[in-house]
C-alpha cells in the first residue's frame, strides 16, 4: 500500500524566514495531494492541495511543489509569522477516495518571533 | 471552524471499559471518516461511512465499531479497551464518498486516557 514519509519532525524557524517540509510517497497511483494544519487542540485543517496533473500551486504565503518523477512534494511557508507554529501533515491519496489516504507523521513547526 | 463536531472533548476510563464517540458531521455532508492518532503511529483511518452504510475499513480492531444514524451523525464504540488505544479519535466528513475535488473536513478530535 502507500507508504508516506514526512521530513522534517521538527523545525524551528525565525519570523520572517522560510519553511520547508518535505515528503515522499511510494504509490505511483497517488493523484491528490493534501496539506493539513493542526493546531494544538484542534483537529487537522485542509490548508492547500495540489492534484498530479499540476507542478505546484500557490495560495498567498503558501505554496506546494510536486514532482511525480521523484514521488516528491513539498510545502513552502514564506515570510512566517508565530501563527504559523502548529503542526503539518501531508498526504497523498491513490484513486478518487478518500478512505484511500495516507497521511505522514507531521512536522511540528516553530516560528520564533 | 470545520463544522464538524465531536464529543465529548476529553475522555479518562479504565482497562477493559467501552466507550462511544459522538461526530456530527458538516450540514449536508453524507460522508462520515473515523481517524485515530496516536503519538507513535500518526494519524490512521479507522472505518468510513457514507449516507449510513459502512463503505470501506482501515485499521480499524474487532473491538471497534460505528455506526452512521439516519440524521447522519457517526459514533464511535470501543470496548474491551487497553492502554494502547489511548489516542486522539478524530472524526470527518466530506459531502460524497469520492470525487476528486471533496475535501476532508475534520472535527476538533475526541481524547481517549485509557488508565
Known amino acids: 500500500g502507500e507508504n508516506v514519509e514526512q521530513h522534517p519532525s521538527t523545525l524551528s524557524v525565525q519570523e520572517g524566514d522560510s519553511a520547508v517540509i518535505k515528503c515522499t510517497y511510494s504509490?505511483?497511483?497517488?493523484?491528490?495531494f493534501p496539506w493539513y494544519k493542526q493546531e494544538l487542540g484542534k483537529g487537522p485543517q485542509l490548508i492547500i492541495d495540489i492534484r498530479s496533473n499540476v507542478g505546484e500551486k500557490k495560495d498567498q504565503r503558501i505554496a506546494v511543489t510536486l514532482n511525480k518523477t521523484a514521488k516528491h512534494f513539498s510545502l513552502h511557508i514564506t515570510e512566517t509569522q508565530p501563527e504559523d507554529s502548529a503542526v503539518y501533515f501531508c498526504?497523498?491519496?491513490?484513486?478518487?477516495?478518500?478512505?484511500?489516504?495516507?497521511f505522514g507523521a507531521g512536522t511540528r513547526l516553530t516560528v520564533k518571533p | 471552524d470545520s463544522g464538524v463536531t465531536q464529543t465529548p472533548k476529553h475522555l479518562i476510563t479504565a482497562t477493559g471499559q467501552r466507550v462511544t464517540l459522538r461526530c456530527s458531521p458538516r450540514?449536508?455532508?453524507?460522508?462520515v471518516y473515523w481517524y485515530q492518532q496516536s503519538l507513535d503511529q500518526g494519524l490512521q483511518f479507522l472505518i468510513q461511512?457514507?449516507?449510513?452504510?459502512?463503505?470501506a475499513k482501515g485499521n480499524i480492531l474487532e473491538r471497534f465499531s460505528a455506526q452512521q444514524f439516519p440524521d447522519l451523525h457517526s459514533e464511535l464504540n470501543l470496548s474491551s479497551l487497553e492502554l494502547g488505544d489511548s489516542a486522539l479519535y478524530f472524526c470527518?466528513?466530506?459531502?460524497?464518498?469520492?470525487?476528486?475535488?471533496?475535501?476532508?473536513?475534520f472535527g476538533p478530535g475526541t481524547r481517549l486516557t485509557v488508565l
Open positions: 498526504a497523498a491519496r491513490r484513486g478518487s477516495f478518500n478512505n484511500d489516504m495516507r
Open positions: 450540514s449536508g455532508d453524507l460522508s
Open positions: 504509490d505511483s497511483a497517488s493523484n491528490y
Open positions: 461511512y457514507y449516507n449510513g452504510e459502512e463503505r
Open positions: 470527518a466528513s466530506s459531502p460524497r464518498t469520492s470525487g476528486s475535488s471533496d475535501t476532508q473536513y
